[in-house]
């Protein structure tokens, strides 16, 4: 009888499993590569004799890094040491939106610079959005009660450039935790992330976090240019009102987006220009080189899984994409 635990971590072809809170390192069985299907940490698995045998259906998915089952995502930036970047904020909320998984967001290193603009600027951006918002600093252990408060009862995934803080807070509310933190100078010297791997780490009974080397180069060229206002909480809802159904919201007449521009952010809607871009170049791409599955990702592998993980009905267009994309990074790694 094989037993049902959770991959905590990969490193190489060794994938440990938690089991009843003891850790147990297996390695994949030969049917399961045969398949081409990717464990990921995340993954609940049925192990046995140190082999895992199947995986069992995924609740959530998220690329770049691979990581599934996670019910958060907190995205955590600077407010400096490297500055509050806007874009880059939008580009990890509108990743996350993609991935339908509900987004916090963390705005760390209020030590530095807290200025009474940059908080309003936040909240009369992203409040409205929908989204809960919280300050710390992990260094004078401000704000990290409503981290904390953030992570019970869930399994979160920390997401957010390199240097930003996410392994810091972790260690703030958990200090017998003590995970490898960079520094930021050095950082930029090698250009690596202090973070390598995905690992989840138990805070209580019932919180777990996954700490990750943050979301590196996430780029929207995986899906179609009028597919990025879905991303948007604020362009979703108007889109049904443009003229056309095709509209991109960027110089279309009877464009419902274009008539409340008033009414949205300049980051946002900047952010949101440059993915359309992104996607744009990608569409161009896939109309080159003939349709998506067959050129950029050539590999089938993953078909099979992805099947099996998407319970929920989605559009079949939004799951191709999916698998588009999760086959792409198979193929990257
Ligand atoms: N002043 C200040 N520095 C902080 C704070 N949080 C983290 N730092 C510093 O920022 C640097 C980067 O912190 P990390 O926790 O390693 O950042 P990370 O987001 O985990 O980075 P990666 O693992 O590379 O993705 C370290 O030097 C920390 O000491 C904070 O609240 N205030
Ligand atoms: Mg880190
Ligand atoms: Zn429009």
């Known amino acids: 009888m094989s037993n049902i635990g959770q991959i905590y971590k990969i490193h190489s072809d060794f994938y440990y499993v938690n089991y009843n809170n003891q850790i147990f390192e297996c390695k994949l069985r030969e049917v399961l590569k045969k398949q081409h299907l990717k464990v990921v940490t995340g993954d609940f698995v049925h192990f046995e004799n140190g082999a895992i045998e199947d995986i069992l259906p995924r609740k959530s998915y998220i690329s770049h890094p691979d990581c599934a089952n996670v019910e ?4 955590v930036s600077a407010i400096k040491e490297p500055d509050l970047d806007f874009v880059q904020l939008n580009r990890y909320i509108a990743f996350s939106e993609y991935y339908n998984i ?42 990290t009660d409503d981290f904390k408060n953030l992570l019970t009862g869930k399994i979160s995934v920390l997401a957010g450039g390199s240097g930003v803080g996410k392994s810091s807070l972790i260690n703030a509310i958990n200090p017998d935790i003590n995970l490898r933190t960079g520094n930021v100078s050095d950082r930029s010297k090698r250009g690596t992330h202090t973070t390598r791997h995905c690992e989840i780490i138990s805070l209580d009974i019932n919180s777990k976090i996954v700490d990750t080397p943050g979301f590196s180069n996430l780029k929207f060229d995986f899906l179609m240019p009028n597919e990025v206002g879905k991303l948007f909480n604020e362009i979703k809802p108007l889109e049904q009102y443009c003229k056309f159904s095709d509209c991109l919201h960027i110089h279309e007449s009877g464009c419902a987006i274009l008539e409340n521009i008033e009414n949205i952010d300049a980051t946002r809607y900047k952010s949101y220009i440059a993915f359309v871009n992104e996607a744009k170049e990608y569409k161009e791409h896939v109309k080159y080189n003939g349709t998506k599955s067959e050129t950029r990702f050539k590999q089938s592998s993953n078909k099979k899984r992805t099947v099996k993980i998407s319970h929920k009905k989605r559009e079949s267009a939004r799951n191709t994409l999916k698998q588009n994309i999760q086959q792409h990074y198979d193929k990257e790694q």
């Open 102 to 143: 509900p987004i916090k967001l963390c705005f760390n290193k209020n030590d530095l610079s807290l200025d009474d603009k940059i908080i309003d600027k936040v909240f009369s951006i992203y409040e409205p959005l929908g989204y809960d918002i919280i300050f710390t600093s992990a260094i004078e252990q401000e704000g």
């Open 72 to 75: 958060q995502i907190i995205i």
